[in-house]
């Protein structure tokens, strides 16, 4: 019976382990995330927030960490519209 007990306890340090990594990773990496938009110092045009890149679907958009409004550079519009002929409503509507 003590065994047992011993190999709860040790599943039960290691889920605690497991949980804190994992919390500490999240963490680093939003701060990666908050130095790299610092670094880059891109305001968003509405509300002067830090416009954060992100990849949606192999186009590097902008996102406001504030407002959360989307904003493209040159370029990034024409790949969207590219992507979506042929069937998205988004393709139709310019293209």
């Known amino acids: ?3 047992d007990l011993t190999d ?4 039960l340090e290691n889920e ?20 790299d938009a610092k670094r880059l110092g891109i305001k968003c045009p509405k509300c ?3 416009l954060i890149e992100a990849d949606f ?3 590097k958009i902008d996102i406001c960490n504030m407002c959360s409004g989307v904003w ?3 370029g990034e519009l024409t790949q969207v519209v590219d992507q979506e002929k042929g069937g998205g409503w988004f393709g ?3 293209g």
Do not use: C, S, V, W
């Open 1 to 3: 019976m003590p065994k």
């Open 8 to 11: 709860r306890g040790n599943a």
């Open 16 to 35: 605690y382990f497991h949980k804190k990594e994992q919390e500490l990773i999240a963490k680093m990496k939003a701060k990666i995330q908050e130095d």
């Open 48 to 50: 002067q927030g830090t």
């Open 57 to 59: 679907e192999n186009i």
């Open 72 to 74: 493209l550079d040159a």
């Open 92 to 94: 139709n509507l310019f």
